[in-house]
């Protein structure tokens, strides 16, 4: 079985900082992984080089096979990728339901199908006629993650969606992933250990721009390099 | 469905002033008058293709008089040369619009930013300004079309009736088109912002990111809104050409400083706006030429600085707030 | 032989003509990122500063060299106090304002002196290479734009205003955490900018003669000079000015100056193509 999302040995260097040094991993078809790691290792490079924001400087990144390293971030989501951003990244002039109505389709009352579900799913139809700009943070985070499940895309790449969040809306923000993630493959690049707990799929640890390690969240969580990277200790 | 019943609303008003005014003002004002008036209307279609590209799209282009000039010079030489205006109309429309669009490919595909945008644009115009007006002499002549330098082209034909070249527009006539020409623009202007074209421009110019994640081709949109930009201020330069004549006056710094002043006062976001916002200033600077005491160039420069500061966000809609708060203390 | 030196004299002053009227644009980008539009206004200003002091009777260095950064430097702290202070943080609205400046500036200067060319005769004679004439004042062109580049370097590099001005550039938001106030340095960097300006317009009135809209000659060729620079405000100028002003001259000797510039437009516009940030965005980075 082909993966969904493969990385080869990616590297990205600005200037003489390697942000992001040889990461090789992939992503099965409805699969729901996360990517851990202290800030500064690298995650956040790492998720820009997959959206293809960054373009990075050696290796190579495949989709179904299929090598899509040199796309721009238009390309990429047309694949059938979802993208969310760490600040929430929206349209605020609009209101929730036009916003989520921009996305990609075949035909405006499709569209307008899809938004409304999409706003349903997350438990936001009742914002759809308010103007984006004008709600609050956690509700601004739900409207962008309508659009991006509103194409309905393969795999879904969360850059920590539970920033500014409290511990009440990280727990709700982490039921409704595993919710998603029934029909969806899910990315979720995160700092957040108590979230992945809550989460509690394969965990990724980044560190200093390479994989520190990648099973299970009890084996990882057990991990006492896991524990020193987090601490700031120097892994030996 | 609000939305388009307001658009609706819109482009039937804007048709129906453009009607009247095609209609009534030829049969109450002096010739004079009525070409001083088809140069404002012509004037306020280049000052609509900016509003729409810089209030919608969020492009920052400081030279809009580029596709202006270039559409009133190949009008010119082009009616000359073939002797009739029915297929220079086209041309002078297909050449600005391609320029734009080779340009909007240059500066979108290479993603540069909104202030290295605007010098580039600037210094089109300003590089076409100083070529119109190195142009004087015989040997530039385009087939039997000599450029004439600082001079222009003061012989340029007026429109003729398709396929009829002895059957000229006049004055009246240009006016008349001119008018339509305006309102049919704004329609189709309000009408490309209802489309997902549109709509995913706007988007673009909210938020850049969001729409390059939702698996939009951010650079192929805002090339697509420049070019109709270029058209629309290409048709302005054939209607400008039609009451004026073609001169390196339509490239200069003036005229490319005054299109933004416009947009800026009208209001920015709007489309209407930067019409009324011509039509002011141009009243302003018509009634502060015969003065003779101020220069129009210092009234502009302070008109604009005033506009940045003061009203940044344009007459128009701060009329609108203003009215609107008032409306609302009035309730009970 | 002699032509050959002739033409390379003319491509080197004509790099060098291209710097100096391009740094004191230069200095306000690479600090403030913002485009003065003002900046041709700022020169003719400093043109008209030295064909005044010049008719007053004043030592035609002094007139040259001294009085116009003095007086457009002045213009430039007013002009920042009342407008560019407003608007800190708004790049295009700053853009706006100092177009608006633009058009004013001329308008004024034609309400005051005529739209009507006056001028002073370039000092320092002619010599000959060769069967040729070359102008000894295109010389100290170059000698003063050399000069400038390097007292602009030597501030940047070695004084404790040139280490601020550094680190704005790098960072105006770590050095205003660092406790030197933005809008101080501001103020200076657009004082300074417009003085460079003033110079440049000193400097240039014996070649180009001096009227209100003067400043419109050079501004395209100024702006796009220091856009293709990049942000690195000293090494782009040059490099920028040494490619496109021997395209410029170049082409100018081929065809005509009209063809020069069109050939600098369209040399900068594909280069911004294929290197979007300007050279310096893309090589020398670390460079000042």
């Given at each position: 079985m082909t993966a969904l999302l493969t990385t080869e040995g990616l590297q990205m260097r600005f200037g003489g900082v390697v942000a992001v040094d040889g990461v090789s991993l992939a992503i099965n078809e409805g699969e729901l992984r996360c990517l851990i790691g202290p800030n500064g290792a690298g995650k956040s490079t790492f998720f820009k080089c997959l959206t293809g924001q960054y373009k990075p400087t050696a290796g190579r990144i495949f989709w179904r096979g299929k090598d899509i390293t040199a796309l721009d971030p238009f390309a990429i989501a047309r694949l059938g990728v979802g993208i969310k951003t760490q600040v929430p990244s929206l349209f605020d002039g609009l209101t929730a339901l036009e916003g989520v109505c921009l996305c990609r389709h075949s035909s405006e009352a499709e569209a307008k199908r899809r938004a409304m579900r999409a706003l349903e799913r997350l438990g936001i139809g009742a914002l759809a006629n308010r103007r984006v700009g004008l709600l609050a943070h956690g509700q601004r985070q739900l409207v962008e993650l309508a659009m991006v499940v509103a194409p309905e895309p393969d795999l879904i790449i969360l850059d920590e969606p539970t920033a500014g969040m409290s511990t009440e809306e990280t727990n709700r923000a982490a039921d409704l992933i595993r919710e998603l993630n029934q029909q969806h493959a899910i990315v979720v690049v995160e700092h957040d250990m108590q979230f992945i707990r809550a989460i509690a799929r394969t965990v990724t640890v980044f560190h200093q721009g390479r994989v520190l390690m990648e099973d299970s969240a009890a084996t990882v969580f057990a991990d006492p390099r896991v524990r020193d990277v987090y601490l700031g200790k120097a892994v030996a | 469905m609000t939305v388009n019943v307001r658009t609706a609303l819109q482009i039937v008003a804007a048709l129906i002033v453009a009607g009247l005014a095609a209609w009534l003002l030829p049969q109450y004002l002096e010739l004079f008058t009525l070409i001083n008036a088809t140069v404002f209307v012509s004037m306020g279609l280049l000052a609509l293709s900016l509003g729409l590209i810089w209030g919608f799209g969020g492009i920052l282009c400081f030279g809009q008089t580029a596709f202006f000039g270039i559409g009133g010079y190949t009008y010119a030489v082009a009616a000359i040369n073939f002797g009739d205006t029915t297929w220079a109309v086209p041309l002078a429309l297909l050449v600005p619009t391609a320029v734009a669009a080779a340009l909007g490919y240059l500066m979108f595909f290479g993603r540069i930013s909104d202030v290295y945008m605007g010098v580039i644009t600037l210094t089109t115009t300003l590089i076409l300004f100083k070529f119109a007006n190195s142009t004087a002499g015989d040997q530039w002549t385009i087939g039997t079309a000599p450029l004439g330098g600082f001079n222009g082209i003061p012989g340029t034909p007026p429109l003729n009736f398709p396929l009829d070249p002895s059957n000229q527009l006049a004055p009246e006539q240009v006016f008349v088109v001119a008018v339509l020409a305006l309102g049919i623009c704004y329609a189709v202007a309000k009408l490309i912002l209802r489309t997902r074209f549109g709509r995913v421009a706007v988007a673009i110019k909210e938020n850049e990111l969001r729409a390059e994640l939702l698996g939009y081709d951010v650079r192929l949109h805002k090339l697509g809104l420049f070019a109709i930009g270029g058209f629309m201020a290409g048709l302005a330069g054939i209607l400008f050409a039609n009451c004026v004549f073609v001169s390196p006056t339509m490239f200069s710094l003036s005229y490319a400083g005054q299109v933004i002043i416009w947009v800026l006062v009208g209001g920015i976001g709007t489309l209407v706006g930067p019409v009324i916002g011509c039509m002011l200033i141009q009243a302003l600077t018509t009634y502060a030429g015969t003065l003779s005491a101020i220069d129009p160039n210092l009234l502009l420069g302070v008109l604009f600085m005033l506009a940045v500061v003061v009203v940044p966000k344009g007459l128009l809609p701060t009329a609108t707030t203003i009215l609107l708060r008032l409306m609302r203390r009035g309730e009970p | 032989m002699d032509y050959a030196v002739v033409v390379a004299l003319q491509i080197v002053s004509g790099v060098a003509t291209l710097v100096i009227v391009s740094l004191g644009l230069a200095v306000v980008f690479g600090m403030m990122r913002v485009i003065n539009l003002a900046h041709g206004e700022f020169l003719m200003l400093g043109g008209y500063t030295a064909i005044l002091a010049?008719?007053?009777?004043?030592?035609?260095?002094?007139?040259?060299?001294?009085?116009?950064?003095?007086?457009?430097?002045?213009?430039?702290?007013?002009?920042?106090?009342?407008?560019?202070?407003?608007?800190?943080?708004?790049?295009?609205?700053?853009?706006?304002?100092?177009?608006?400046?633009?058009?004013?500036?001329?308008?004024?200067?034609?309400?005051?002196?005529?739209?009507?060319?006056?001028?002073?005769?370039?000092?320092?004679?002619?010599?000959?290479?060769?069967?040729?004439?070359?102008?000894?004042?295109?010389?100290?062109?170059?000698?003063?734009?050399?000069?400038?580049?390097?007292?602009?370097?030597?501030?940047?590099?070695?004084?404790?205003?040139?280490?601020?001005?550094?680190?704005?550039?790098?960072?105006?938001?770590?050095?205003?955490?660092?406790?030197?106030?933005?809008?101080?340095?501001?103020?200076?960097?657009?004082?300074?900018?417009?003085?460079?300006?003033?110079?440049?317009?000193?400097?240039?009135?014996?070649?180009?003669?001096?009227?209100?809209?003067?400043?419109?000659?050079?501004?395209?060729?100024?702006?796009?000079?220091?856009?293709?620079?990049?942000?690195?405000?000293?090494?782009?100028?040059?490099?920028?000015?040494?490619?496109?002003?021997?395209?410029?001259?170049?082409?100018?000797?081929?065809?005509?100056?009209?063809?020069?510039e069109v050939a600098l437009l369209v040399v900068a516009i594909v280069l911004l193509r294929l290197l979007p940030r300007g050279i310096t965005g893309r090589f020398l980075r670390r460079a000042l």
């Open positions: - | - | 010049s008719g007053q009777g004043v030592n035609l260095w002094i007139a040259i060299l001294v009085l116009p950064p003095i007086a457009v430097g002045i213009i430039g702290a007013v002009v920042e106090r009342v407008l560019i202070r407003r608007l800190y943080g708004r790049m295009i609205d700053t853009m706006l304002a100092t177009w608006g400046l633009s058009l004013a500036f001329i308008g004024g200067v034609t309400m005051l002196f005529g739209n009507s060319v006056t001028g002073i005769s370039a000092p320092l004679g002619s010599f000959e290479v060769g069967r040729f004439h070359v102008a000894g004042y295109d010389l100290f062109l170059v000698a003063a734009s050399v000069a400038m580049s390097l007292a602009i370097w030597i501030v940047l590099k070695f004084t404790p205003a040139g280490l601020i001005a550094r680190g704005t550039m790098q960072n105006a938001e770590m050095a205003a955490a660092l406790g030197v106030p933005p809008d101080r340095v501001y103020a200076l960097t657009f004082t300074a900018g417009a003085a460079l300006s003033g110079l440049a317009g000193g400097l240039i009135a014996p070649v180009s003669g001096v009227l209100p809209t003067m400043g419109t000659a050079y501004i395209a060729k100024a702006f796009i000079t220091v856009i293709t620079g990049g942000a690195a405000m000293l090494t782009g100028t040059l490099v920028a000015s040494g490619l496109l002003g021997s395209v410029l001259t170049i082409f100018t000797f081929l065809t005509t100056p009209v063809f020069g």
